[in-house]
């Protein structure tokens, strides 16, 4: 098994121990989220949780939890989430994230923002000291308004591409949007970038998580281990 994957599962591992019975959880999406969500399958399918609903972040998400056995809900049936857990793309100091690599960035903050507790499952690869110094930050927008909001990102000093899929088509988000990769390189200023998206009228989401983890969980290699093995995991919290 690949190094990185078995670190993934290992912070996985620690996270869904957070899972209790009778919660309601929200599913993230990506490979990182994946993890959790076999191993929280694996916990119904055994008996260790029950009564659990999930709310899953995306189609591919929703599809992988069927194929599981894990029963769904909605926001509209249960609007409060017990928990979410969720991967990231960047993550700074301060805890705030770059989000949106596997293209759920918008149900995927809707869920967060519902979320009692938010835990976020990274390799330390993803940690950074400034957002935006490894990642381009994804901005959902309405079809109609992709070429003005890419031009407006470009005044705002962003290199922007224009997502495809692996068909080398135009990259559709379940709802029917695009996607915006832009790179900004250090984004000295994430909350002042953030409402100068939200102010655009064609921006749907973007991908600056700000605010929204509780604790990431970081899986570290290198030689370290806990008495497990696989390496071991870091816990952090916003102000330490």
């Not at 069927?66 to 928990?83: C, F, M």
């Not at 930050?137 to 224009?162: D, Q, W």
């Not at 692996?166 to 790179?183: E, M, R, S």
Request: aromatic share 2%; net charge negative.
């Amino acid at each position: 098994m690949d190094d990185k994957l078995v670190l993934k599962k290992r912070a996985a591992e620690e996270a869904v121990g957070y899972v209790e019975s009778g919660m309601v959880v929200g599913l993230g999406t990506g490979s990182t989220a994946g993890c959790a969500i076999e191993l929280i399958a694996e916990c119904i399918k055994s008996g260790v949780l029950r009564d659990v609903l999930c709310i899953p972040s995306s189609i591919r998400t929703e599809n992988l939890a069927k194929s599981l056995g894990i029963p769904l809900t909605t926001l509209d049936d249960h609007p409060e989430i017990d928990i979410t857990i969720d991967g990231a793309d960047e993550v700074d100091p301060e805890l705030n994230m770059i989000k949106g690599g596997g293209g759920a960035l918008l149900r995927e903050k809707v869920l967060q923002q519902q979320s009692r507790r938010t835990v976020i499952i990274v390799d330390e690869s993803k940690l950074s000291p400034v957002l935006g110094s490894g990642f381009a930050l994804p901005v959902e927008v309405v079809p109609f308004a992709m070429g003005a909001e890419a031009r407006h990102i470009e005044s705002l000093g962003a290199r922007v591409t224009v997502r495809k899929g692996g068909d080398g088509t135009l990259y559709k988000t379940d709802q029917g949007n695009v996607i915006l990769d832009c790179a900004f390189g250090e984004i000295a200023d994430a909350s002042g970038l953030a409402s100068r998206l939200e102010r655009r009228a064609g921006v749907v989401e973007h991908g600056l998580f700000l605010g929204l983890a509780d604790e990431v969980l970081v899986a570290v290699g290198g030689g370290e281990e806990d008495e497990r093995g696989g390496g071991a995991v870091r816990h952090l919290r916003p102000n330490g």
